[in-house]
């Protein structure tokens, strides 16, 4: 069974800077499309970044310029690399998986992590 897992949570100050990663398993990790997303109290869950397997990667205009999504197929470990954080980016952040090597415009993932929170507050 694939399984997913997100570390890395935290609480930061504005401007400041975390770093998500996330373990998959259960399938062939190079062959896995990833992505990141995140869900703010009260509102829906929105895609963060998403990455194929050939390390090309999707940005939500929210977070272009800002963080940075990088996978390591030989070290099957993906990061999320959050620099200038902002309050909005607060929110419960998840990793999933789809067996599939490359994401296209399909959001809709199969496997997901339990989250991790991150905090961004003076």
């Known amino acids: 069974d694939v399984e997913v897992a997100e570390s890395g949570g935290g609480s930061v100050q504005p401007g400041g800077s975390l770093t998500l990663s996330c373990a998959a398993s259960?399938?062939?990790?190079?062959?896995?499309?990833l992505g990141w997303f995140r869900q703010a109290p009260g509102k829906a869950r929105e895609v963060v970044a998403v990455?194929?397997?050939?390390?090309?990667?999707y940005y939500a205009d929210a977070v272009k310029g800002r963080f940075t999504n990088s996978r390591d197929n030989s070290k099957e470990t993906l990061t999320l690399q959050m620099n200038s954080l902002k309050p909005e980016d607060t929110g419960m952040y998840y990793c999933?998986?789809?067996?599939?090597?490359?994401?296209?415009?399909?959001?809709?993932?199969?496997?997901w992590g339990q989250g991790t929170q991150v905090t961004v507050s003076a």
């Open positions: 259960g399938y062939i990790y190079s062959r896995f499309c």
């Open positions: 999933a998986a789809r067996t599939v090597p490359y994401c296209g415009l399909d959001r809709e993932f199969g496997y």
């Open positions: 990455i194929d397997r050939d390390a090309s990667t």
